[in-house]
Nanobody
Framework: VQLAETGGGLVQPGGSLTISCAAS????????MGWFRQAPGQEREFVAAITWRNGGTYYADSVKGRFTITRDNAKNTVNLQMNSLKPEDSAVYYCAAGSGISYIEVKGKKNYHSWGQGTQVTVSS
C-alpha cells in the first residue's frame, strides 16, 4: 500500500486544519487506517484510526472531541479534521495502513504495515 499525506501547514491556536491521506494498492490485509504524530525528540504516538469496512473510529484521549477521522471508500482516502488546535498538537503527522481491529491493536505501531512520508502541522501564533 502506498500512502501520501497532504494538507499540513501553519495554523493559529484555536484554529482548524484538515489533513488527508490517499491510499493506493490497498490489499485485504489493510483493515484499518490510522494517524500517528511525532514531535521533535518524542516517540511517535497514536492519534486516531478508522476501519475501512464499517467506519469504526478510535481516538487518543488527547484529541477526543477535537479531532474527527473519516474515510471515503470510493476514493480510498482518509481525512483527519482537527479543531481547537493547541501548540502541543504540533508534530509531523503520519498516515498508516494496518490490520488491527481492537482499540489496543489500532494504537500499536507494530500493527501497521505501511506508512506515509508525513506532513508537518504547526500550531503557533
Amino acid at each position: 500500500v502506498q500512502l501520501a499525506e497532504t494538507g499540513g501547514g501553519l495554523v493559529q491556536p484555536g484554529g482548524s486544519l484538515t489533513i488527508s491521506c490517499a491510499a493506493s494498492g490497498r490489499t485485504p490485509a489493510t483493515v484499518t487506517m490510522g494517524w500517528f504524530r511525532q514531535a521533535p525528540g518524542q516517540e511517535r504516538e497514536f492519534v486516531a484510526a478508522i476501519t475501512w469496512r464499517n467506519g469504526g473510529t478510535y481516538y487518543a484521549d488527547s484529541v477526543k472531541g477535537r479531532f474527527t477521522i473519516t474515510r471515503d471508500n470510493a476514493k480510498n482516502t482518509v481525512n483527519l479534521q482537527m479543531n481547537s488546535l493547541k501548540p502541543e498538537d504540533s508534530a509531523v503527522y503520519y498516515c498508516a495502513a494496518g490490520s488491527g481491529i481492537s482499540y489496543i491493536e489500532v494504537k500499536g505501531k507494530k500493527n501497521y504495515h505501511s506508512w506515509g512520508q508525513g506532513t508537518q502541522v504547526t500550531v503557533s501564533s
